[in-house]
């Protein structure tokens, strides 16, 4: 009997692949129908029997010039090319190069921080210097440097790069990182970095024009990072010399507040008058390692307070992670961000996505300005909003951002849905049980009836970077996304969507996932042909409008879905007589490709007036939501 309904189960599960490759292999493009072909990936979503993936192990020295805002590194990097293909060049971002007189940007940053770019004293590839520009052995394209090797990395091989650089850390163009002024440095993206090859484009040579963000291998890092007097340093990953830096009073609390419930002040405003937080009254040599993370960012400050807590993330290991706020003493809001990060790091790993936040600590920074913020593994570098609900929800974006993309190392350069939209969609789930009153869910579906369906609103398919309008990449990378993750999960449920994002996360952790994997996992999980609600949410075109077409007179209200987006109808139906009727239809209404939805009113009663809609629910045209007889 058991293996009769496992034939059957399996008979169901290929009709439902079938159906759906028969509907949509023209939507899948060239280089994933080769990935598939090459089993690297697969129709069920899970990674194909041949997969493979990169990484690169790290050491880097860098010195903060703080009085110059300036930095400078040496770097030695050894790469292991787990690839099938014989690899004939490296691509090396320097992102910084963002700032080069000349370069190409997305808007005007203005003169003040412009730099012939990044410095590069020196590049070695297996202890031979390239030089640079040569017409053959490297070349610059925008913030990328191509270096063709002197030698091929052959498959199963690996090399070493060696090199020594300096920048200027900007002080008012600042892009994701920099100089805040009063000592306070955030300090991303920073050090000549191996760019992804991987078996869907190969080598990825997608420049930094300021609005598309960023795509990493998993690679280890070791780190030494000198700093001036009377800085503090917070980095990603964990900090091996604690008694080499810290004064004891500090270094007691530290130690005390990893297995503390409590929130604990580590260092204050007192601690830094009586001279009670760095060891020493020289420059401090801060050395961290990080294994298996997708980038390496630090955080360096003088006078900083720093509060922390413990917070547990697995009852069933009883695995604590350490969650620290670090913040100047003139910040509107952020005494109370430690409080924030421990709430959103719980909610997170019991909650949504529910799953145990994965790393060691997270370290929300403020650098004092603003109210929009930036991700990297373990760190956020945040603004300092004046309302608290703000600051929850920043915080709690920000550190949403450890799954997607860092956990599960996504694309974000062409498909920044794939992170941005898991980020909207969680803050969402977070606002409404922390803040209630607040509207979150009403602000993203009035934001997007605006801007849906208009000439410059771009499906979720086309890749991101080729997005140069910032209103509309944020359409399309947050507002969007996440509201069709919000009526996905609102047609599933929440037991069955769960399970499929925590099959997506248990297969793809750790590796890079595409937009296909995530389709085929919830639909391989669901055992449901799922394209009604993928294509044109995420294919297009389709946008937000549903109508009340008409009254039959039977009473059915005729309901259309005019702009061909499925999503839950409401409708509030008044009689002559005053009274009420509320009819609510869920997502899944939609899911035969009706295009008409009836609703039985009460026949014995005459119909005044219907009104469609909710505030949670986009509509650009909301005057075609009301029948009046």
Not at 241 to 257: I, M, T
Not at 301 to 326: E, F, H, K, M, Q
Not at 578 to 606: C, H, M, N, Y
Request: charge should be positive; glycine fraction near 6%.
């Amino acid at each position: 009997m058991k293996k009769i309904f496992f034939i059957l189960t399996t008979m169901v599960l290929s009709m439902v692949f079938l159906s759906v490759q028969a509907q949509s292999n023209q939507l899948i493009p060239i280089e994933v129908q080769k990935a598939l072909a090459n089993g690297t990936r697969s129709k069920t979503g899970a990674p194909g029997p041949n997969y493979w993936q990169n990484h690169a192990r790290y050491q880097i020295q860098a010195e903060l010039l703080a009085a110059q805002s300036r930095l400078k590194g040496t770097e030695k990097v050894v790469y292991f090319n787990n690839s099938p293909d014989t690899l004939k060049m490296l691509v090396i971002r320097l992102y910084q190069d963002f700032y080069k007189k000349g370069a190409a940007r997305a808007w005007n940053i203005g003169a003040s921080d412009l730099t012939n770019g990044v410095k590069i004293e020196y590049v070695k590839i297996n202890g031979k210097t390239v030089k640079m520009p040569d017409t053959y052995f490297g070349y610059y394209m925008g913030t990328n440097r191509i270096i063709r090797l002197p030698h091929v990395l052959s498959p199963g091989d690996s090399l070493t790069l060696e090199a020594a650089w300096q920048f200027h850390i900007p002080e008012k163009e600042r892009n994701r990182m920099g100089n805040y002024g009063k000592g306070r440095f955030f300090i991303a993206y920073w050090y000549p970095q191996i760019s992804v090859y991987d078996d869907i484009s190969g080598w990825d040579r997608i420049e930094f024009n300021g609005i598309t963000e960023f795509y990493n291998d998993f690679n280890d890092y070791d780190i030494r990072i000198t700093t001036p007097p009377g800085y503090a340093v917070w980095a990603t990953g964990h900090l091996d010399n604690p008694k080499e830096v810290y004064a004891k009073p500090v270094l007691k609390r530290y130690e005390k507040v990893r297995k503390s419930d409590k929130i604990m002040a580590v260092i204050s405003q007192k601690d830094w008058d009586k001279h009670n937080v760095l060891k020493g009254n020289g420059s401090h040599t801060w050395h961290f390692t990080a294994d298996n993370v997708t980038d390496f960012s630090f955080a360096a400050t003088r006078r900083y307070n720093w509060d922390a807590s413990s917070v547990l993330v697995d009852s069933a290991t009883g695995r604590r992670v350490r969650v620290d706020a670090i913040y100047p003493d003139s910040s509107n809001t952020f005494q109370r961000a430690a409080y924030y990060a421990r709430k959103s790091v719980e909610f997170m790993s019991f909650r949504w996505p529910g799953y145990p936040y994965p790393y060691e600590h997270m370290t929300s920074f403020s650098n004092g300005t603003g109210r929009g913020g930036m991700e990297t593994p373990m760190m956020a570098d945040d603004g300092d909003p004046k309302d608290s609900v703000q600051t929850a929800n920043l915080v709690f974006h920000e550190i949403s951002h450890t799954y997607f993309p860092f956990f599960m190392g996504t694309n974000e350069r062409k498909y920044a849905w794939m992170d941005e939209g898991w980020a909207t969609w969680f803050t969402g789930m977070f606002s409404e049980q922390f803040s209630p009153k607040f509207p979150y869910f009403q602000g993203r579906a009035r934001l997007f009836s605006r801007y849906s369906g208009r000439e410059m609103e771009m499906p979720l398919m086309i890749p991101s970077n080729l997005i140069c309008n910032f209103l509309y990449y944020r359409i399309q990378a947050y507002t969007r996304p996440g509201l069709a993750y919000q009526f996905l999960r609102e047609a599933l449920g929440d037991t069955l969507f769960k399970k499929a994002l925590h099959t997506f996360m248990n297969r793809w952790h750790g590796k890079h996932p595409i937009p296909f994997d995530f389709f085929y996992t919830f639909e391989s999980v669901t055992g449901e042909n799922l394209m009604w609600f993928f294509k044109p949410w995420f294919f297009g075109p389709g946008y937000a409008d549903q109508a009340v077409t008409g009254v039959l007179p039977d009473n059915r209200i005729e309901i259309k879905n005019r702009g061909g987006l499925p999503m839950p109808v409401r409708v509030v139906c008044t009689y002559a007589d005053g009274s009420k009727d509320v009819f609510v239809r869920p997502v899944s209404v939609w899911k035969e490709g009706e295009k008409k939805l009836l609703i039985q009113a009460d026949k014995a009663k005459t119909i005044r007036k219907v009104v469609l809609g909710d505030p949670r629910i986009p509509d650009v045209y909301p005057k075609n939501n009301i029948w009046k007889k």
